[in-house]
């Protein structure tokens, strides 16, 4: 796909998501990550519904600006997604409601932020870990990622919002909002005694679909 076309499905995404509320403001960020190692991303205060591809942030390898508008300063999160995860070819960053709310909870498992719930979730999301509240733009929170060890394509920072990669931007954006949506599934079933996906349930999708759920065994989700 041509430096053009790319840039045209980043900015297309983002009025995407910013128009059905799911990145409020000029907050939230999107990468793609290039052939040549570096990247395009979404410039800093930009407003996710209103992105101008000539203005987009190319970055190189190391992660200079070759040209554009200063990037998001979100830039460590996106880093040590891409470090971790070798086939992340883009990450998507949000504010999102309900995934918020989540980072809030006190029973959150940080190690499996959502019971399996629905298989969609699991397809697309694999499984969510939660690190700690870092300030927007902390380079210890790359930190935090990193000790991850690419385990999980979908992190939650606490307080703050999700950050999800993908093998393209589709699939990141895709994953990112099927994480929203369960997020808002178990707010609302939250003390009502759901029934959540079996042991055998989710392993026939593990089997199925190639999945891989770091801690999918490690957990009795009641």
């Not at 076309?5 to 290039?34: A, D, V």
């Not at 395009?40 to 209103?50: C, E, K, Q």
């Not at 000790?147 to 895709?174: I, M, Q, R, T, W």
């Amino acid at each position: 796909m041509s430096d053009a076309r790319l840039r045209e499905e980043i900015c297309r995404y983002g009025r995407s998501l910013f128009e059905r509320g799911l990145t409020p403001g000029s907050s939230g960020n999107i990468s793609l990550r290039l052939d040549d190692g570096g990247w395009l991303v979404t410039p800093t205060n930009a407003s996710l519904g209103f992105l101008d591809p000539a203005r987009l942030s190319r970055l190189d390898a190391a992660g200079a600006l070759v040209s554009g508008d200063k990037p998001t300063k979100e830039i460590p999160l996106h880093s040590a997604l891409y470090e971790t995860r070798g086939s992340a070819r883009a990450v998507v960053h949000l504010h999102s409601t309900h995934a918020v709310a989540l980072t809030m909870l006190p029973e959150i498992d940080p190690r499996a932020a959502l019971p399996p719930m629905t298989p969609y979730y699991l397809m697309r999301a694999g499984q969510t870990a939660l690190v700690p509240y870092y300030r927007p733009g902390d380079p210890a929170v790359a930190g935090a990622i990193r000790g991850l060890a690419g385990k999980y394509s979908s992190v939650l920072l606490a307080n703050h919002g999700p950050v999800v990669a993908g093998d393209s931007l589709e699939a990141a954006v895709f994953a990112t909002e099927e994480l929203e949506e369960t997020a808002k599934l178990y707010l609302l079933l939250r003390n009502l005694n759901p029934r959540y996906l079996s042991p055998a349930q989710v392993a026939d999708l593990i089997t199925t679909f190639g999945l891989d759920l770091p801690v999918h065994d490690e957990h009795d989700h009641k």
